[in-house]
């Protein structure tokens, strides 16, 4: 497995320290565990019931079986922070780039370059520092040619500081269950590829030069949402049912109001008459529950994020209450 960054270095310094001697300690026990089976097995003779000798305390075994993993827990904790603040804490003079998670593609960010870019590239020896964020649902952001790994949780940044080192393209592998295709945030896609570039710094420039004529007129808006009312017309309760599955069925179940998962079963919601409220206390209709699909919701039952956090559409919002409407 090559190494592309000089952190890749560092963790597998580490990593071979930890299997060596993790090796030698398990050679050493299982040598004893053989050893004494062999030297103090029942001889012919010894009836059923023989008690061994009995020893109690010896303090000079105890200090050193003390003193020994004592010394050598807090230098493999000493090694490895040392490489953890390097990965966690930012140099200056960085290349910041963003990567950002979603379903079920990565997006990155650059300094003015517009919009989001579909591949990322780094150019070699240069200094980066990574942000890596998520829009819909948390993905894992994992590198294995830079020994490199952040969960991507929307609303949270998690930094990688590293400095590539080897040119070439690389893979980037998502390691957490994040629906459907998570499989192709792996493979990647013809228009989706999932790959870093390390580029020699000419090469990179023109890429950078391009994407930035390439993305001129994109927006650097980041959307957010709407908290006027909704529209409920022309909403799709088969599209509904799907997102709902995909986002709602975690916390919601499709039984009664008590069937509660983390929030309220969501059976009859519009036609229940012992639950003529929702749970913010507004009437039980599709443009209250749209409210809350929109704002999110904090009170008595506990809380559901909003729409940007749960990385629902306006279009989404319509489709899920079309998708209610049918669940009498
Ligand atoms: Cu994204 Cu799995």
Known sequence: ?????????????????LAASG???FIFVCGYVLYFALAFRRHAGTPADAVGVQIHDNNKLEFWWTLGPTVFVVLMAIFSIRIWYGIEIAPNNTLVVEALGRQWYYTFRYPNINGEVKEMHLPLGQAVTLHVSSYDVIHSFWIPAMRLKADMVPGLINT???????PGKYEIICTEFCGTFHGEMHSGTKENPAYVYIDPPARYDAWYARMQREQVTASNA??????AQLKLTGGDAKTGAKIFAQKCSACHALGPFDQRIVGPGLRGVF???THPQLVDGDEATPENAAKILQNGYKGSLGQMPNQTSNGLSSKDIVN???YLKTLK
Do not use: N
Request: proline share 8%; no cysteine; net charge negative.
């Open 222 to 227: 980041i959307t957010t949402p709407s908290t």
């Open 160 to 166: 990688l500081e590293f400095t590539p080192t080897r």
């Open 320 to 322: 899920l209450v079309a």
């Open 1 to 17: 497995m090559p190494e592309a960054v000089d952190k890749a270095q560092e963790i597998d310094a580490l990593f071979r320290f």
């Open 271 to 273: 036609y229940d008459s």
């Open 23 to 25: 090796s030698a300690l």
